[in-house]
């Protein structure tokens, strides 16, 4: 299967899900949103997904408040397995097959780490386990040969290799362990601006106090957040703005995103229907409140 297929039919699985779903390209290839927002990057090879993606997609999944996925077939040296969470620059990756079966509720149980596999043990359910079988924790050691530390983490719901799984397992009789949770990043992560016109609209925006992060590999170069997030093409080149327009609208319209193009000059008060705001307007606001007043009065103008 290509990348160009695997994007589709992963668009099917969210579709099908009841996902409203967003085609983009860069660091993230859909965007799909029901009770919560997922942001995911196919790749063939899980391996290619870069540092700069990685960054980029943090900073989305924090000012966006979404959930990133990495999906691919194979890392370099080997396939993804089924219902296995690896992990690439902290942003959980994991087969096709497994993000279908999550998207269905169906929790993938096995995380890949350095020098092996581990699992999620159910504390409630190995503790039950030694209760029916009047087992102790040290007789379960004696005989299982697992070190008591090591059992007693797993009666506390830690985590535990799947080598040691399959020993308590086989000693109890009973699955002791349980879904995994996925955790998204939930650290402000702030990418430095580049050219002369970003970093002067870094400096205004800071003094505003708006938490912002410009982006290098998205649809949009821009997230910022006041009392709502907001989604922005900030550039010097009216030309190489207007062709997000489509995007903007769209996750304003999808995903209750709020839509804004800032430019280095102009006096433009809106394009193709997105609220505009020069740099050197930005310059003169007091407030964020004064830039989100301005921005909401030239919606759809």
């Known amino acids: 299967?290509?990348?160009?297929?695997?994007?589709?039919?992963?668009?099917?699985?969210?579709?099908?899900?009841?996902?409203?779903?967003?085609?983009?390209?860069?660091?993230?290839?859909?965007?799909?949103?029901?009770?919560?927002?997922?942001?995911?990057?196919?790749?063939?090879n899980v391996d290619s997904f870069t540092h700069s993606e990685a960054n980029d997609l943090k900073a989305i999944s924090y000012f966006l408040d979404t959930w990133p996925f990495l999906v691919g077939e194979r890392a370099s040296r080997y396939e993804?397995?089924?219902?296995?969470?690896?992990?690439r620059f902290g942003i959980a990756a994991m087969s096709p097959v497994t993000f279908t079966r999550f998207v269905e509720g169906v929790m993938p149980g096995v995380k890949s780490r350095r020098g092996g596999f581990s699992v999620?043990?159910?504390?409630?359910?190995?503790?039950?386990?030694?209760?029916?079988?009047?087992?102790?924790?040290?007789?379960?050691?004696?005989?299982?040969?697992?070190?008591?530390?090591?059992i007693y983490k797993c009666a506390n719901g830690g985590s535990i290799d799947v080598g040691t799984r399959d020993g308590i397992e086989k000693a109890v009789r009973v699955p002791v362990s349980g879904d995994l949770s996925i955790e998204r990043f939930n650290g402000f992560l702030q990418r430095e601006p580049r050219s002369s016109f970003k970093k002067s609209l870094s400096a205004h925006l800071e003094r505003l106090g708006f938490m912002f992060s410009f982006l290098s590999r998205s649809?949009?170069?821009?997230?910022?957040?006041?009392?709502?997030?907001?989604?922005?093409?900030?550039?010097n080149d009216k030309k190489r703005l207007l062709p997000h327009a489509c995007m903007l609208e769209e996750l304003e319209r999808g995903f209750g995103l709020s839509p804004v193009f800032i430019t280095a000059h102009g006096h433009d008060k809106s394009m193709e229907g997105i609220p505009?705001?020069?740099?050197?307007?930005?310059?003169?606001?007091?407030?964020?409140?004064?830039?989100?007043?301005?921005?909401?009065?030239?919606q759809g103008k």
């Open 219 to 235: 649809p949009f170069n821009l997230v910022m957040k006041e009392r709502e997030s907001i989604v922005s093409v900030a550039g």
């Open 1 to 44: 299967m290509g990348r160009e297929s695997m994007i589709g039919s992963m668009q099917k699985c969210l579709t099908e899900g009841g996902y409203r779903v967003s085609v983009a390209s860069g660091c993230f290839d859909l965007l799909a949103r029901k009770e919560h927002s997922l942001a995911l990057k196919v790749l063939l």
């Open 120 to 150: 999620r043990a159910d504390g409630r359910a190995f503790r039950n386990a030694l209760e029916t079988t009047g087992m102790s924790v040290s007789g379960l050691a004696a005989s299982s040969g697992i070190a008591e530390k090591t």
């Open 80 to 87: 993804l397995e089924e219902s296995v969470v690896y992990e």
């Open 276 to 298: 505009t705001i020069s740099l050197r307007e930005v310059g003169s606001m007091r407030s964020s409140g004064e830039f989100m007043e301005i921005m909401d009065g030239r």
